[in-house]
């Protein structure tokens, strides 16, 4: 799936053709910035607290589930 905008980015994920409530997968997001690039107080959110099933991303064990990476290049700042 992408959705893009010259103005606002474009956003690509894949391996979301089938997802199923319960199962484990992988997808992996990457935003592109626009022209407009990202407020200085801006910020992504990618999950967020919501009545449901999801597991919490955790960054240090890959073996566990939930294993969660994050790669930015430029000048970016990265805050969980």
């Known amino acids: 799936m992408i959705l893009t905008s010259e103005y606002l980015g474009k956003v690509e994920m894949n391996n979301i053709s089938h997802v ?24 992504i959110k990618i999950v967020w607290r919501n009545p449901s099933d999801w597991g919490k991303p955790q ?19 990265v805050a969980m």
């Open 20 to 43: 199923v409530a319960g199962m484990l997968d992988s997808w992996k997001i990457t935003y592109t910035v626009g022209k407009y690039g990202i407020d200085d107080t801006g910020s």
């Open 59 to 77: 960054f240090t064990n890959p073996s566990n589930i939930n294993y969660t990476t994050i790669n930015v290049n430029g000048n970016a700042k």
